[in-house]
């Protein structure tokens, strides 16, 4: 005996994308790149400070022993 199982998509309002405003540069003197306005940092990719993700079970190499 088989079962069929549709699926259907969701109704409603899709939830509106965060912008962070229009004609940004990044906020390095010596740095003139537009920014995105859904970027949400004040600097470029180049200049943001660098975080790193959390990975379960595995230790970076800054904390090797």
Do not use: I, W
Request: proline share 5%.
């Amino acid at each position: 005996m088989s079962t069929n199982v549709s699926a259907s998509r969701p109704t409603g309002r899709r939830r509106k994308l965060k912008t962070y405003g229009d004609d940004r540069v990044c906020s390095e003197e010596s740095c003139s790149t537009r920014l995105s306005k859904y970027n949400r940092n004040d600097q470029c990719h180049t200049h943001a400070p660098r975080s790193f993700p959390r990975t379960r079970g595995v230790l970076g190499e800054a904390h090797a022993g």
